[in-house]
């Protein structure tokens, strides 16, 4: 039932741009911090950008990776459902495989099970 669906990916030159989207059903989602994770060929998985649900005193705020701050901006659209990373001034390292995340917010704690996407790949190539 609880579906995360990611697309967008795909090729694109160094310093281009590419905008994922990640579809949610199944879940209340505006209770749902809403992530984007990658992973390279051969690295760890790790956290690219996280907006918080959008509820409470810091609802809707965001965070980045280092790497990609000021280049990576994640968003959401409650009426949609949908999470998204504009992407811009890719580079060869960002290529890898996007993957949308989401997990319930209470106050300052996450609880409950993870909900993650398949993946989309990104390949950033001349």
């Known amino acids: 039932q609880v579906q995360l669906v990611a697309s967008g990916g795909g090729l694109v030159q160094p310093g281009g741009s590419l905008r994922l989207s990640c579809a949610a059903s199944?879940?209340?989602?505006?209770?749902?911090?809403m992530s984007w994770y990658r992973q390279a060929s051969g690295k760890e998985r790790e956290l690219v950008a996280r907006?918080?649900?959008?509820?409470?005193?810091?609802?809707?705020?965001?965070n980045y990776a280092d790497s990609v701050k000021g280049r990576f901006t994640i968003s959401r659209d409650n009426a949609k459902n949908t999470t998204y990373l504009q992407m811009n001034t890719l580079k060869p390292e960002d290529t890898a495989v996007y993957f949308c995340?989401?997990?319930?917010?209470?106050?300052?704690?996450?609880?409950?099970?993870?909900?993650w996407g398949e993946g989309t790949l990104v390949t950033v190539s001349s």
């Open positions: 907006v918080r649900s959008s509820f409470g005193l810091a609802g809707g705020q965001t």
């Open positions: 995340h989401g997990r319930r917010r209470l106050s300052s704690i996450l609880i409950g099970p993870d909900y």
């Open positions: 199944g879940f209340r989602f505006t209770d749902y911090d």
